[in-house]
């Protein structure tokens, strides 16, 4: 559970900071390091999903214009190097647009279902943290 100024912090819901905390027992000790990897994790994830769906709707040269259109803009830089809440919702957010889109694009049910369901996943307000 995150603390501010000693006391419980509960506003948000637990997910992005047990991520954080994983990252730490993963180095052994809380870090400025462990913190920052894990929002430039959910910072390459939130890349990831833009790309893959740029490159479904435009092809390849369109998904890497879109990553890289986003990587360049000065608010993803600033908030890809802080260790925010933002770097979750950004990735869950992408996620479920591409997700979304997928849903959309198929004829099949069953494919039509799990992407459907692969979106609602994405962006669970626990999983991202808000």
Known sequence: MPHLGGLP????PPGFPAVVATAYRIVGKP??????LTAAAFALASL???FLLGWRILGVEG??????ILSFS????RTAHNVLLDNALTAGVAFTVL???IALEN???????RAYAAAGVSLDR?????
């Open 48 to 50: 990831t999903a833009v």
């Open 31 to 36: 870090s400025a390091a462990a913190a920052r």
């Open 63 to 68: 998904g890497s214009l879109a990553a890289a």
């Open 74 to 77: 000065m608010r993803f830089c």
């Open 9 to 12: 912090f509960v506003e948000k």
């Open 107 to 113: 004829t099949d049910v069953c494919k039509k279902r």
């Open 126 to 130: 626990k999983s991202v943290g808000v």
């Open 99 to 101: 997700f979304t889109w």
